[in-house]
Structure formats: C-alpha cells, structure tokens
C-alpha cells in the first residue's frame, strides 16, 4: 500500500485565504524510524505567520505516535496534538481518511502561554499605586 500523508490544511485547520508551502521532510529508518514534515503558514499578505512540524513515528522505545506542533513565527510553541499510533493505522481504525485528519487534528484551542512569574519589584510598585 502506497503511504499518503494527512491533508496538512485539514489538520491545521489552515483558512482558505491563507497559504500552507511544505519546506521539507526528513525520514529515518531502523528500530526508530518514521517521518517528519515542516511546513511554513503564509497569511492574505504572503506574511509567514506560523511553522509546524508533523511527524509519524516509532519513537526509540518502540512506541508509535503521530501529531504536529504549531510555532508562532517568533518560534514560541503555541499548539501541539499526538495521538499513540501511526498514520496509517488510525487510517485503518476510522471510517475514512477525513475522519483519521479530523482526529488527528486535535482540540482547537491553542496552548496557553506560561505566566510570567511576578519580581518582588512588580508587587511593590503595584502596592505603591494602591
């Protein structure tokens, strides 16, 4: 059987006015083999805006897995989904291959930024402003 990747756009849930260029992949084989695609996000104005990085793997334990991560352009991870098996076997385990990208694409709200931890020197000048 021929290997088919996701639909990319599908799975990022890319907007139709926006552009999605594949910048390249990489695979490996042997105990822990698998691949891996990196794509940039292009808005209306052909500004880059994000960067992802699929993959569909054997990790080096033996455990299979397949997800992406979205990075802002700044290169802050800002989303991630992994599910524990390969491609085409969650290709297999669902009715069609939409319905293998639609769970593969994950929650659709993104990560939530870390909080900044608060310096004695905030508290203070917000105790002053009181």
């Not at 088919?4 to 260029?21: A, G, W, Y």
């Not at 291959?97 to 939530?112: F, S």
């Amino acid at each position: 059987m021929l290997f088919q990747p996701p639909v990319f756009e599908t799975i990022f849930r890319i907007p139709v006015t926006h552009r999605l260029m594949i910048e390249g992949s990489r695979s490996r084989g042997g105990p822990a083999d698998g691949v891996c695609w990196f794509h940039t996000e292009y808005d209306v104005k052909g500004e880059p805006i994000a960067r992802y990085e699929t993959y569909d793997e054997t990790d080096e334990t033996g455990r299979p897995r397949c997800g992406w991560r979205r990075y802002d352009f700044t290169g802050r991870l800002v989303a991630a989904h992994e599910i524990p098996m390969r491609w085409s076997r969650l290709v297999e385990a669902t009715s069609s291959r939409r319905e293998a990208e639609t769970a593969l694409q994950g929650p659709a709200t993104p990560l939530r930024p870390t909080p900044k931890p608060r310096g004695r020197q905030e508290n203070v000048a917000e105790g002053m402003a009181a």
